[in-house]
């Protein structure tokens, strides 16, 4: 029987709940609107599966990829359209193709982010585009067994920890699945986003979310939201819910001590962006966006060999400067905790001055690092 004793042993995966034939298992949202699961004990029957079904409790080897790659999609739309390089819609595309199933993030009719199937292109480019929010599995790792099962090659992209989920959930390699992860810093609170969304409603329905919008070019990218009123086009920083984001107010707890981070996950293939790329292949980097892809199979290779693109072979090691959610989880700090506390009463207003007060805060170490460096200089 799953027994959470801290928050962080749990990535939200849906396995332990997806592998209960009793259904003794329900995922629940707690305070922080992230979902864990909840075990009623008059239907479970102690058979232990969903213990060991958990990416948390099971943890693989940290691994290395066996080839990197800088790439490009030739469609310049699709790239336009994609965070980075749009190497995503070419690998789904080539699945689809032949005939599989392809599984991946997209938005509901409420802006929500759930995992979904698409067999065909135009369900496949709801997929497109990085989603920062933690996406709901619901019942796609049992919908991806059934199409496995019979015969259908199945693609699933997801979070590391969705992936080592699935993996586990499945307990069984299939020759025809495909599994690909993204390069993740973590994943913030589904409860803030909609709050957020609460706030832009007011000036009229929502009609288009874009975390990466790429108008002003992929280093400089935006977050981007219409309403029936207006269009908000706006850097991270200058956004509440990317500033909170990005400065780890309101990342899952497990996300600070991730389970499938360093290649644990067991995916295929990795995807991210090429952060760096203007230092180690100039000739790749004209700002409209280029994907990292770190091939971890054999399985791997073959689809991405059998795709059209533009690309260059690279090193690993050329990623890490500039991607350090490779090998290292965000730290959980006290500013956290702080914006929890601020949060019911002042909901995202809080977020600015929080972030105001952590900068100033790591100014204040750096300040007192290099004064003790300096000291230590002094008395040599």
Known sequence: MIVLKDKKDCCGCHACVSVCAHKAITMSADAEGFLYPTVAKEACTECGLCEQVCPVIHQATPTRPIKVYAARSKDEAIRQESSSGGIFTLL??????????VFGAKFDEK??????????????????GSKYVQSTIGDTY????????????????????????????LRKEYDNLLTIDVVCHGVPSPLVWQRY??????????????FRDKTRGWAQYAFRIRTEEQTLLLPPSENPFMRGFLTDLYLRPSCHACPARCGKSGSDIT?????????????????????TIMIHTARGQVLYDSIEKVDVESRYEYLLPENPSLEHSPKSTKYARLFWKRFAE???????????????????????????????????
Request: overall charge positive; charged content about 25%.
């Open 142 to 169: 049992k919908e991806a067994k059934s199409h496995l099962k019979q015969g259908r090659k199945v693609l699933f992209s997801g979070t590391p920890c969705q992936i080592a989920g699935l993996k586990r959930y």
């Open 92 to 101: 789904a595309d080539a699945v689809i193709r032949e005939g599989g199933v």
């Open 111 to 128: 802006w929500n982010v759930v995992h979904a199937a698409a067999e065909n292109t135009d369900e496949m480019a709801l997929f497109r």
């Open 346 to 380: 002042q909901g995202l207003d809080c977020v600015f001055p929080i972030c105001k007060q952590k900068a100033s805060s790591s100014l204040l170490l750096q300040y007192l690092k290099i004064k003790r460096a300096l000291l230590g200089l002094l008395k040599r």
């Open 197 to 210: 969304l609460e706030g832009m409603r007011a000036k009229g329905a929502i009609k288009d979310v874009a």
């Open 271 to 291: 995807l991210g962006d090429f952060w760096g790329i203007q230092a180690v292949h100039p000739e790749m980097d004209d700002n409209k966006g280029c994907s």
